[in-house]
């Protein structure tokens, strides 16, 4: 019998789960050494982080760096975020910090920054940012310290993100998203109104085969990651809709997808079809006035609201909360005057 490997990728939450049953005619071995010896380009001291967080499984118990692999053994092991393979450069780039202590940094991130290095985005990112907040600063092992990211938003939408300080940080908070206990919510502006003050979109998230950029839902199950986003009302303007949303899985683009799947596409989201007048009139007047809202709001109207976790360090609960941007905040106070006025001229 050969060993099996499973390896899981989170798209939106930046970690892998790997799954080995090991081999019948396995001899006794660490199970640090055991897993050097699976994983690529894994160091031994990310593997020891990983099991001090209580992230490697056998037979659904944690086991420490030391535990002896026996033939038929079933390993479960979480990794926070893949080696980088680019060199990152520490830029000046302004940065909102809602909190910082010696394991975690919560920023309050601005719409059009990019989170990190990829493809077509090699400087200008947030980890290029924290690098240089982090310059001539070591940790409590003499080191420099890093930003390790555990999760990520898009380049345009805002709001709370959380990063890591260190591997062990990283490697507790990597199991907390794994195991969908932190809590996080967003508020977006959609298109169109509900029938319901709140609802629950399930349905499989994967890319687009014509598309690769784009993600899609593929509802048969077939296909894609599973997919959970629950919606709450918070204020209806009639053609368009606030709502909160709360995430239980982190795949990528999900609020964005899933709300297009239900036909209520993100105000101006234009990668998934919101960046056209999708109801209202055909009006000049109400065409212009939409318009309008997109040159204030020339993104996806969506704002990481909040997040709450288990500190990695303290392991007390912590919760942070952030006001919408300015640039909902001046669209939303306008369609509030466009219903008002509208209301107005009727009773008139």
């Known amino acids: 019998m050969s060993e099996e490997i499973e390896v899981l990728d989170e798209e939106q939450e930046l970690y892998e789960h790997y799954r ?120 409590k092992n003499e080191e420099d310290v890093k930003p390790f990211l555990v999760h990520r938003i898009d380049k345009n939408t805002s709001g709370i993100i959380l990063i890591a300080k260190n591997e062990l940080a990283q490697a507790k908070l990597a199991k907390e998203f794994f195991n969908h206990t932190i809590a996080r919510k967003y508020h977006a502006l959609v298109w169109g109104d509900f029938t319901e003050n709140e609802g629950t979109i399930t349905g499989n998230i994967g890319r687009n085969p014509k598309d690769r950029k784009v993600m899609t839902v593929f509802p048969d199950g077939k296909s894609g990651k599973p997919a959970i986003t629950h919606y709450k009302v918070i204020e209806r303007f009639g053609y368009i809709t606030l709502i909160e949303c709360q995430l239980e899985t982190g795949r990528t683009h999900q609020i964005r997808t899933h709300l297009k799947y239900i036909g209520h596409p993100l105000f101006n989201d234009e990668t998934y079809g919101g960046n056209i007048i999708l109801k209202g009139t055909t009006f000049t007047k109400y065409k212009q006035f939409v318009e309008n809202c997109f040159k204030l709001l020339p993104r996806q109207a969506l704002h990481a609201k909040s997040l709450g976790f288990i500190h990695p360090a303290s392991s007390k609960y912590i919760f942070f909360d952030s006001e919408l941007p300015t640039d909902m905040q001046t669209v939303i106070e306008k369609w509030k005057r466009y219903i008002s006025d509208k209301k107005n001229e009727i009773e008139e």
């Open 20 to 139: 080995f049953v090991v081999d019948k005619r396995q001899n006794l071995l660490r199970i640090d050494k055991f897993l050097m010896l699976r994983i690529e380009g894994v160091s031994r001291n990310k593997i020891q982080n990983a099991a001090r967080a209580g992230n490697i499984l056998v037979s659904d118990k944690p086991v420490k760096p030391n535990y002896k692999v026996k033939p038929n053994d079933i390993i479960s092991i979480v990794l926070a975020h893949p080696p980088r393979e680019t060199e990152l450069i520490p830029e000046n780039i302004p940065i909102n910090i809602v909190y910082e202590d010696d394991d975690i940094i919560v920023l309050n991130k601005e719409p059009g920054l990019v989170v990190h290095p990829g493809y077509g985005n090699f400087t200008g990112t947030m980890v290029n940012a924290l690098l240089y907040h982090f310059q001539n600063i070591l940790n």
